[in-house]
């Protein structure tokens, strides 16, 4: 018989073999000093493991080891997100100019594509940020038409009711205003609790 494994020298000392593969097993051990010596080993650190007390978890110990363990800090700067970024971009950087060199591709022949294509994007960029100016731009212009019609008809409205009026206008216009920024500010607060 070959030497045993681990597998059967511990199913050995569980007392999980056949009646047959333990008579195989023990006249192996009779034959073999390397075997009997393993055996007595793991007979005690099985024995050491056994007298050991039952070990209790606390009840919130998965709770403490989860309070311990935080996936980002409480609050990211703007300067480890800069970092994050450069290195990033560095790594990227010298990953394609190892492959574009063990492609066969010449130094020069790189920097010349990497020109054209900072280039074109450059171009679509500009292109895109001028539209989106544009639309900005229509925006406000719309905005302003806008406000300045309500102001029209504030003018006009105010011509034909008296200054009293005019008063618990504005004194109920900001009361509204309040109590809906109010109820806004309470409705944020319910959700994050409700998220927590």
């Not at 409480?74 to 950087?93: C, E, I």
């Not at 200054?163 to 809906?180: A, K, R, S």
Request: glycine share 4%.
């Amino acid at each position: 018989m070959a030497c045993l494994n681990l597998k059967r020298l511990y199913s050995y000392l569980e007392g999980e073999l056949e009646a047959l593969e333990k008579k195989d097993f023990e006249a192996h051990l009779a034959s073999c000093s390397k075997c009997r010596d393993a055996v007595e080993e793991r007979r005690r650190l099985v024995e050491a493991v056994r007298a050991l007390p039952p070990f209790e978890v606390p009840a919130d110990f998965a709770q403490k080891i989860m309070d311990r363990i935080s996936p980002l800090p409480a609050k990211v700067t703007l300067f480890s997100w800069l970092a994050a970024a450069a290195a990033g971009l560095a790594t990227f950087v010298v990953m394609l100019t190892a492959a574009a060199l063990l492609a066969g591709h010449s130094l020069s022949q790189l920097l010349l594509g990497l020109s054209r294509f900072t280039w074109n994007n450059i171009q679509s960029l500009a292109f895109f940020l001028i539209k989106i100016a544009k639309y900005i731009l229509l925006v406000f212009k719309i905005l302003a038409q806008i406000s300045r019609e309500i102001i029209e008809g504030f003018k006009v409205l105010t011509s034909f009711i008296g200054p009293e009026v005019q008063i618990i206008f504005v004194c109920v216009t900001f009361i509204l205003i309040i109590t809906g920024g109010f109820l806004w500010s309470r409705k944020l607060s319910v959700e994050k609790d409700y998220e927590k």
